[in-house]
């Protein structure tokens, strides 16, 4: 999943520091407006590159007034 209409989903992994049920660690959500104009959030992981990681920042037809609500921190 990439694209996620469900907050609790999104709160559950905020409060999890990235991790949802197995999946690998989440690197950033994006609220955004998408075309219909319902919140949703876009979900990048930590395995991708940072081309695709940024995807969701992009406005287009289908993404409006993102804005980065979690990004994973730096470990250390």
């Known amino acids: 999943m990439s694209t996620i209409d469900s907050w609790p989903v999104i709160d559950e992994i905020i409060r999890n520091d ?5 999946d690998p660690r989440v690197y950033m959500i ?5 075309y219909a104009g319902t919140t949703t959030w876009g979900v990048t992981w930590e395995h991708e590159s940072e ?3 940024v ?3 992009i406005e287009s037809d ?8 979690w990004q994973q921190s730096a470990r250390l």
């Open 30 to 34: 994006v609220e955004y407006k998408n």
């Open 18 to 22: 990235g991790y949802y049920m197995g």
């Open 62 to 69: 289908y993404v409006h007034e993102p804005k980065v609500i």
């Open 51 to 53: 081309k695709r990681r």
């Open 55 to 57: 995807r969701y920042m």
